[in-house]
């Protein structure tokens, strides 16, 4: 599925991402003071400018609330009632009879019942969770008064049956015992109550404060210069903390968001004039700005999430992967500015931006200089590790320049770092989806797609051979000639390949498939040249449906541009001088060529095609064919849509002189043995 564009400006999606990235910042003002322990003040004099708090640090804190709750005691609730129920089924089951044992046995068991239910009976799983816990004592609440009770007093039902057997005296048979069923009247009366035990819990939690002295309106905090203490770095931190949870008025608020949409359209705008002076070809294309300023929004989508909601840390969101598919789509300056933007924009939402725009730069440069083509996955994997690399070198360096202390390194960084390369290897999947959304073609595609045994280069090969092993040579030409202007050579390259498959429609009828007989010889020289030109809207329908990628389809179409069959034109108006001339059934439908590496492939094809009909391939005759090629060709306005210069085109034509006297060098004659010459002669 490719996405539709229609007629929608180039300039609403500018405005659009930018409004969108707008209203996702965080509305709450920065504080504008970076600070480090053990680093001097590096601004003015700072007062107070209200009463704040000192907060302690969340581990203080922590620390405080875990010694707090060792003293806390869980609340269990006795209920008084079970232990007279019980005692009343045991009288009632005797004088029923169904307890058939004399009655010191029931005096015995009652006896033993009282203190087991007045110290407690809880569950088993209640007991084993208190042990867990290393809980020594409980509060257990009767008739809503609670009593400190060890947790050695307390029985199970177990136990309890066990203590009575254990503990009856010794004129007691401890079978009869058994035989009254003693675990019928155990029932546990002790309850965890957690909506008590929570609310106390609770109550203690809050009790731990969470500052440990005051600053006052207008006190000195810090000046220039001052080493950065630890008792100063508290006060610095819980001024920021303070500021950036204070709840500000409306007016404070609009001039934020007007702030915070200045500075992110002022960034746009520097990306629209980034492409308006540089790189106009993908300005004006909706769809590769389109594409460029959804790389921008989607990562500013990804930090919002990450920061606003505390899903992860930051760095663990491949940021390098937008230079990477920029790069494999278009160029490295592009890959690199684009780069740039969204690290700046998502720096004014990240936490220590400073810290964040220095490792997420670095990273940027190292896929620009590491990554000039993404055409295999070891290059990939290659890349992704020079990222890992600067990312964990920088950060060390950054830590030790600001905290001097390896101790104080946070050594998670570098697993999140590890997550990151791991996410940049998804990109090769990342590429393909891309390319099937927009059309795009990767080194990668180009690399399978020029290997000939694919299925429509094996056809083209068996059902036209001539045209096959032309395309070859075209293909040879062409990359060469590409690569010397600074061009595309894997794009060409693949492009050549393919540009001539409509011939397998009429394969006979092109010159490099005859052998005897030439089928243009029955037929008039419009039907040949209209055979001749199907050749190009054939090849369009075979590559459509083959699916190939558009950027291929282009060389397709534009191979013979708006150019004419000269051939045939010239034997029309030379047989019929007289005749008025239908141009249009004599040229190619076009377009002409538009980039560089569809203009070499025309001039390559043509040489190419034209050099087969040289009588001799000496130096001279090779320059003379390419040079009058290529300038009939300029002199048709074939290449006024291309950006092609002067020196590209001679740069081409050296080229081109120099790979066909390689291609139609004279080989040396083999000698023929002396007996095999004399033999010959008897």
Not at 217 to 240: F, H, M, P
Not at 424 to 451: A, P
């Amino acid at each position: 599925m490719k996405i539709k564009y229609r007629t929608i400006p180039t300039v609403v999606f500018f405005v659009l991402t930018a409004v969108v990235i707008a209203y996702l910042f965080p509305r709450e003002g920065k504080f504008r003071y970076q600070f480090y322990e053990g680093k001097p003040w590096r601004y003015e004099l700072l007062t107070a400018p209200s009463d704040f708090p000192i907060y302690k640090t969340d581990q203080e804190i922590k620390t405080e609330r875990d010694s707090v709750l060792n003293t806390f005691e869980p609340y269990y609730r006795k209920n008084t009632v079970i232990a007279t129920d019980e005692m009343e089924k045991l009288k009632a089951s005797f004088h029923n009879g169904n307890i058939a044992v004399s009655l010191p046995y029931i005096h015995y068991i009652e006896n033993s019942l009282t203190p087991l239910y007045r110290n407690g009976i809880l569950t088993h799983d209640d007991l084993e969770t208190l042990r867990k816990e290393n809980q020594t004592r409980i509060k257990l609440l009767e008739n809503n008064i609670a009593q400190t009770k060890h947790v050695s007093d307390l029985f199970t039902v177990r136990t309890a049956y066990e203590f009575i057997i254990n503990n009856a005296p010794a004129n007691l048979n401890t079978d009869s015992l058994r035989s009254c069923n003693i675990d019928n009247y155990l029932t546990e009366n002790v309850f965890y109550d957690k909506e008590t035990s929570t609310k106390v819990k609770e109550d203690l939690l809050q009790s731990v404060p969470i500052a440990n002295g005051m600053i006052q309106a207008g006190e000195r905090i810090v000046d220039r210069g001052e080493i950065i203490d630890n008792q100063t770095y508290n006060v610095l931190r819980s001024l920021k903390i303070v500021h950036e949870s204070k709840a500000i008025g409306s007016r404070q608020m609009a001039l934020i968001a007007g702030a915070q949409t200045m500075l992110v359209f002022g960034l746009i705008l520097c990306f629209w004039l980034y492409l308006h002076s540089f790189r106009s070809a993908i300005l004006y294309s909706r769809k590769n700005t389109f594409f460029l300023l959804l790389c921008i929004l989607g990562g500013c989508i990804l930090t919002e999430l990450c920061v606003h909601h505390h899903l992860f840390n930051v760095y663990i969101l491949p940021y390098a992967i937008i230079p990477i598919v920029v790069r494999t789509f278009f160029d490295s300056r592009t890959a690199l500015f684009t780069h740039l933007i969204v690290v700046l924009l998502c720096s004014l939402m990240a936490p220590y931006p400073h810290e964040f725009l220095v490792l997420q730069t670095i990273a940027g440069m190292v896929v620009t200089f590491s990554l000039k083509d993404l055409s295999e996955r070891s290059q990939l994997i290659r890349c992704a590790f020079f990222i890992y690399l600067s990312y964990a070198l920088c950060y060390v360096s950054l830590a030790m320049y600001l905290e001097a202390d390896l101790n104080k390194l946070n050594r998670l960084m570098l697993l999140y770092f590890s997550i990151n390369f791991i996410l940049l290897m998804f990109t090769y999947i990342l590429v393909y989806m891309l390319e099937k959304t927009f059309g795009y073609v990767s080194g990668i595609t180009l690399i399978e797609l020029s290997n000939i045994n694919k299925p429509l280069l094996r056809k083209l090969s068996e059902e036209a051979p001539g045209t096959f092993q032309h395309s070859m040579q075209v293909s040879i030409l062409a990359s060469d000639a590409v690569e010397k202007i600074g061009g595309n050579a894997s794009l060409v390259r693949t492009g050549a390949l393919y540009h001539d498959i409509g011939k397998m429609a009429n394969p006979a009828f092109f010159t490099e498939n005859q052998t005897n007989v030439n089928p243009h010889d029955k037929i008039t020289f419009e039907q040949s040249a209209q055979i001749i030109i199907g050749h190009v809207t054939e090849g369009v329908k075979i590559a459509e449906k083959a699916a190939l990628p558009e950027a291929i389809i282009d060389f397709i179409r534009t191979h013979h541009g708006r150019g004419k069959t000269k051939y045939f034109y010239t034997m029309f108006k030379n047989n019929y001088p007289n005749k008025s001339i239908d141009e249009e059934m004599f040229t190619y439908p076009g377009p002409n060529p538009f980039s560089k590496e569809t203009a070499v492939l025309m001039m390559a094809d043509s040489v190419e095609a034209a050099s087969r009909s040289l009588k001799s391939h000496s130096e001279e005759d090779i320059k003379g064919l390419v040079f009058g090629i290529i300038d009939s060709q300029l002199a048709d306005g074939l290449y006024k849509d291309t950006p092609l210069t002067f020196r590209d085109v001679e740069n081409i034509k050296s080229i081109f002189i120099d790979k066909l006297k390689i291609m139609y060098h004279t080989r040396i004659s083999y000698p023929v043995p002396s007996e095999n010459r004399s033999n010959g002669a008897r």
